[in-house]
């Protein structure tokens, strides 16, 4: 699997965006880009995911990097709620069957404060 | 429509002992993973279940085996339990297959010690 590197932790304040850096300098052609987050005490939860260009949702945006060897998850403001641990997450695409693996590395402690 | 459950929430359980953890998919979801996270770790993949079948193992020993049901909820069984299996067992169901687009859906977790 391609690996990722992210950030042990980063730091917000309420109501400010945020952006959480990912590398991912082996990515083949093929892979998606997936973050997922975990909340305390909960189990992970899918944010996005993209290929090539940028994509947004109503949780976040996505930046990805023109040669595709990093990314950034953009929270546009960021809530007490949104502190979590933050996996970015490189997905094969593997064809036709539906191989769930997700290879989840450290993530990103993210702490937002009031 | 209602989301991942799994069963129990807590479980003790003693060294050599035996465990099955349950878990219900979300509503038209025919795939399930299993996931083990240590304390102060990222979820580590220990199996898929597609259709019922096994499609995809990570690097656990053979003790750890599950079955998917016709209604694709799984168990996850544990024989001879070690300490080391004390962790968080996530269940994650997804539709399928998607070519690595599927989101997965995961449910909040059995805590397993083992003493």
């Known amino acids: 699997d391609a690996k990722t590197t992210q950030p042990n932790s980063m730091e917000s304040n309420e109501e400010e965006p945020v952006h959480l850096p990912c590398n991912h300098s082996?990515?083949?052609?093929?892979?998606?880009i997936h973050w997922y987050r975990q909340l305390p005490s909960q189990g992970p939860e899918y944010v996005i995911h993209?290929?090539?260009s940028n994509v947004n949702n109503r949780m976040a945006s996505l930046a990805i990097a023109e040669d595709r060897k990093s990314s950034t998850l953009i929270l546009h403001r960021a809530t007490l709620r949104d502190a979590a641990v933050y996996y970015c997450?490189?997905?094969?695409?593997?064809?036709?069957?539906?191989?769930?693996?997700?290879?989840f590395g450290q993530g990103t402690i993210l702490t937002v404060h009031p | 429509e209602t989301g991942v459950t799994q069963s129990p929430t807590h479980l003790i359980k003693t060294r050599g002992q035996q465990v099955t953890l349950r878990c219900s998919s979300q509503?038209?979801?025919?795939?399930v993973s299993w996931y083990q996270q240590a304390l102060g770790q990222g979820p580590q993949f220990i199996f898929q279940?597609?259709?019922?079948?096994?499609?995809g193992r990570g690097n656990f020993p053979p003790r750890f085996s599950g079955l998917q049901f016709p209604n694709y909820s799984s168990e996850l069984n544990v024989n001879a339990l070690e300490l080391d299996d004390s962790a968080l067992y996530l269940c994650?169901?997804?539709?399928?297959?998607?070519?690595?687009?599927?989101?997965?859906?995961f449910g909040p977790g059995t805590r397993l010690t083992v003493l």
């Open positions: 997450i490189l997905r094969a695409n593997a064809g036709g069957t539906s191989y769930g693996k997700l290879t």
């Open positions: 994650a169901s997804s539709l399928g297959p998607s070519g690595g687009q599927d989101e997965q859906f």
């Open positions: 279940y597609y259709r019922e079948e096994e499609n």
């Open positions: 509503s038209g979801h025919n795939t």
């Open positions: 993209g290929l090539t």
């Open positions: 082996t990515i083949s052609g093929t892979d998606y």
